[in-house]
Every structure is written in C-alpha cells, then in structure tokens.
Nanobody
Framework: QVRPVESGGGLVQAGGSLRLSCAAS????????MGWYRQPPGKQRELVAVITSGGSTNYADSVKGRFTISRDDAKNTVYLQMNSLRPEDTAVYYC?????WGNGNYWGQGTQVTVSS
C-alpha cells in the first residue's frame, strides 16, 4: 500500500519560510502527479500546488511567487518550499500522490503549518 509521509511542518513567524517534504513508498516509475493541498481551520481542503511526472507545475493564485513545488524521483519525494509565509497560510498541509494506470490516489496524514503574525 502507498503511504505518503509528510514532514517539515511547524510554527513560524509571518515572513518566514518552511519546507515540506513527502516521501511515497512506491517506485517513481508508477507515480504520475504529486501535489500539496491544505485545509485551513473551518474551511474545505484546497489545492496549493501540483507537479506532473514531466515537471509541469500549477499553483493556487494565493501562493504564486511565494511557494515552489519540486520533486526528486530518485527519492520518490515531493517538496514544497514556502517563503514569505502569511498568517492565512495556516492550515494542515496534505501530500497527494496519484499513480499511473488507475492504480489509485493516495493522501498523507497531514502536517500542521502555523504562521503567527
């Protein structure tokens, strides 16, 4: 079973930076898209950024220019570099791994990011 495992969350002051990591327990050969989503308190889960197997990226408007998604297929890992953090970025951040050929879509357990003003 695929079990994405996130790390790197924490508490940071506004303007600071954090880097999230997510390792997938499956060969990169079978991984299609990898992405990050977040769920702010009292709100629905929303897309933050996604990266395809070919390296194309897509970002939510609210994070463009501040966040960068990347992946290392040798390590089956996706990263989210978050700079210029704002209090409104406070949320539980979830990693998503989408597999090729109908082999499923998997979520990590989530990691808390809290940005203080």
């Amino acid at each position: 079973q695929v079990r994405p495992v996130e790390s790197g969350g924490g508490l940071v002051q506004a303007g600071g930076s954090l880097r999230l990591s997510c390792a997938a327990s499956v060969s990169a050969f079978i991984i299609n898209d990898m992405g990050w989503y977040r769920q702010p308190p009292g709100k629905q889960r929303e897309l933050v950024a996604v990266i395809t197997s070919g390296g194309s990226t897509n970002y939510a408007d609210s994070v463009k220019g501040r966040f960068t998604i990347s992946r290392d297929d040798a390590k089956n890992t996706v990263y989210l570099q978050m700079n210029s953090l704002r209090p409104e970025d406070t949320a539980v951040y979830y990693c998503n791994v989408n597999l090729r050929w109908g082999n499923g879509n998997y979520w990590g357990q989530g990691t808390q990011v809290t940005v203080s003003s």
